[in-house]
């Protein structure tokens, strides 16, 4: 049995007492041991709902950051300093991430560049974490990997024409390199969990069987299909029904008009993942 709840996410299940706010975490209980699967966008939602769904941070046995932006990393700081109180392992805990991920990124917003990613800096999480960076597809706990690299992208990413990064010769779009999503193997198959889809939600999948093998049985998180247009998404209903119609539980920054036409495409099978949401494979 492994067990994914979300933690963060821009919504939150109907009365109830968790906070929503711009941004995603997930916490994946296996086995071994308990991963989060990024940090949301501030410490002040990620502590209140882990306190919520009664997991001290100290039970927490890795981390895994999915990309550098500032709404999948902002809970990282505070949640690092519950480990001064002694409510967080202070030293040792792996962090895992694509090499990448410290590169400085910047969105246009009102003609201006503004800083959108990861506010602490490689030294600063080396004197607090072991950190375990590669582009590899990398074992995190027994049955709980990292994609490693989406290098592949013939299919159309999932792209921001606000997003950019410093170049040789001046600003560049951002080429989202350190995007990742992480692969449990359950007893039902594969379960793809996806931070953002910046490198693309097909591209993604296709990485997956590829690396890990064909029978995925479900997505859940952020799709980044928010831009998509009719024909991109017409192209993801077809190649989800030659992957067996997995079930989608999307969040984030999947955009209504994508998870409509999902569902309408799929019926039950698709499902909205807020904050609190409980999924058990």
Known sequence: MMEITCVVDDAVCDHSSFWGEHGLAFLIEAKKGRVLFDTGQSGTVLLHNLELLGVEPKTINALAISHAHYDHTGGLSALLDCGSA??????GIPLYAHPDLFRERFSRREGALESVGLSLT???LAQRL?????????EILSGVWTTGEITDRSEPE???AYHFVRGVEGWKPDPYRDDMALVLETDEGLVVLCGCCHAGLLNTL??????????ITAVAGGTHLLHADEAHLRRVIEVLRELGMPRLYLNHCTGLRAYVTLAQAFGERVAPCPAGTRLSF
Request: hydrophobic share 25%; proline share 10%; aromatic share 4%.
């Open 122 to 124: 490689r030294e600063e």
């Open 206 to 215: 296709a990485h997956v069987r590829r690396t890990f093998g064909p029978h």
């Open 86 to 91: 002694g409510d967080l392992r202070p030293t």
């Open 158 to 160: 999932g792209r921001s």
């Open 130 to 138: 072991t950190l375990q960076l590669s582009a590899e597809p990398t």
